[in-house]
């Protein structure tokens, strides 16, 4: 244990050379007595005659109270944790087409976001070492969670997540040119290529909206090196899609043609170094996971830390209760010789 004893303000030690000369102050007879209670008492005549041990309990205790202001701490080795993983975005659909409820689920319709969260939920918990951010993308595009390692903050964030939250429209090639850009960090980069940063795009229709087309989205994540992982949600032909009233209650079904683009999305996959999954694919999570663990990791660096005990009380304690038998044992001498 005292291999691991170390002292946060070891400065206090310095009061330690105050004590052998409050003691010869104290023996003076002409000093006033200010500073501890009863201490002219213990150094009067008829009191050291009596017993010198008010002064030595009064000289440990405040020793003691000098070692418990110095902090003494046990402290554990010195430790760096370092941990291997990826920088991954989830680049997310929120076009009113994924309400279409194209899947089922226990028996009962969901909509491709609910058939698609069980692969974002995967990406989020089995990943605990993954610094992971979420872009959402509709008509527009915007950052919903930038890379981060809390991924109970990440699970809240997606508790927000629902269709229409963003205008309508499918901006595929914003949504993934703006994940590309959460991705941006020269530290890692080498060659002008990132290294171990994915993109997961996770989609249902073709591109109709946004500045930036998916090919061109591609060609920088291409020349960035930046894999992308597309998911494709929703079957083929005409699938049913919810119609809801003027205060959002579900009033029944109308058939669509579904507008998903699996050729556009093989090709941003091809292009990038990626796979494309279809989310109604059983083994879809299973996949997607054994593909990205081919991958290259990369290595984070956590903060250095030590761990303390704050062991202060132990010299505090009987610090205080040194001073407190030492006024004790001279209080009696003290009343004895102001009533003569």
């Given amino acids: 244990m005292l291999s691991h004893l170390a002292f946060h303000d070891p400065a206090w030690f310095l009061a330690l050379l105050a004590l052998p000369a409050l003691i010869w102050l104290r023996g003076r007879r002409r000093v006033t007595v200010l500073l501890i209670p009863f201490a002219a008492a213990w150094h009067r005549p008829s009191l050291r005659a009596a017993s010198r041990w008010p002064i030595l309990l009064a000289t440990a205790g405040l020793a003691l109270l000098i070692a418990a202001l110095a902090r003494p701490q046990r402290v554990e080795d010195k430790r760096e944790v370092r941990s291997e993983g990826y920088d991954i975005v989830l ?44 872009v959402l993308f509709a008509g527009r595009s915007y950052t919903m969670a930038p890379l981060t390692f809390d991924h109970q903050w990440l699970g809240r964030q997606l508790e927000r997540m629902r269709i229409g939250m963003i205008e309508d429209g499918t901006a595929i090639g914003d949504g993934l040119g703006v994940s590309l850009t959460r991705l941006e960090q020269a530290k890692r980069d080498t060659a002008g290529r ?11 229709g073709a591109n109709n909206r946004g500045a930036l087309s998916p090919e061109q989205a591609a060609e920088i994540a291409k020349t960035r090196g930046i894999p992308v992982y597309t998911i494709g949600s929703g079957r083929e032909g005409y699938v049913p899609v919810p119609v809801y009233d003027e205060n959002n209650r579900k009033m029944g079904y109308t058939r669509r043609l579904s507008d998903l683009d699996e050729g556009a999305l093989r090709q941003i996959a091809n292009m990038t170094g990626g796979k494309y999954f ?20 990369i290595e984070f660096q956590a903060k250095s830390y030590l761990v303390a005990t704050e062991l202060f009380w132990w010299s505090a304690a009987p610090g205080l209760a040194a001073l407190l038998l030492a006024g004790a044992l001279a209080r009696p001498v003290w009343q004895r010789e102001a009533v003569a």
Avoid: C, W, Y
């Avoid at 997310?92 to 909509?111: K, P, Q, V, W, Y």
């Avoid at 279809?278 to 990791?297: L, P, V, Y």
């Fill in 194 to 204: 990132r290294i171990g940063a994915f993109v997961v795009l996770m989609t249902d």
């Fill in 91 to 134: 680049a997310i659909d929120l076009s009113t087409s994924m309400r279409a409820e194209d899947f089922e689920r226990d028996g009962e319709r969901i909509n491709r976001l609910q058939a698609i969260k069980p692969v974002i939920q995967a990406f989020i918990e089995r990943r605990p070492t993954d610094r992971i951010g979420i």
């Fill in 278 to 297: 279809r989310a109604a694919d059983t083994g879809t999570i299973e996949s997607a996971f054994h593909a990205i663990d081919q991958a290259q990791k």
